[in-house]
């Protein structure tokens, strides 16, 4: 295949699983979501590993800058991730105290 065949693959792909992630989490209860959001951290950092590796293993000016952006949303995510996990979990804390403000 050529380079423009295997980037316009690339690009395809990636449409169809931001369509299909954006369908699957759109009806996910909200009972559900915090569950759901501590598991797919773990995947989200797996996806942040695989980015590392693609990113490592470019070799053309454009993989290295479609790797790094990927690397950069990647970390974002895990980090917004855990981010907003924690708050979820802080409204259901029933002891009444903040995480830091310790008395």
Known sequence: MSDVTTLWTAVY???LAAFT?????SRVPAILHTP???????????VLV????A?????TPLEQVI??????????????G???TER??????????KPGKEV
């Open 36 to 46: 759901l959001m501590s598991g797919s951290n773990f995947i989200h950092g797996i």
């Open 67 to 80: 790797g790094f952006i990927a690397v950069i949303l990647g970390a974002a995510n895990v980090t917004g």
């Open 88 to 97: 979820i979990l802080q409204m259901f804390d029933r002891s009444g105290k």
């Open 55 to 59: 990113l490592g293993l470019a070799t």
């Open 21 to 25: 992630g954006y369908v699957v989490i």
């Open 50 to 53: 695989g980015a590392m590796v």
């Open 82 to 84: 855990y981010v907003v």
């Open 13 to 15: 792909i990636a449409m």
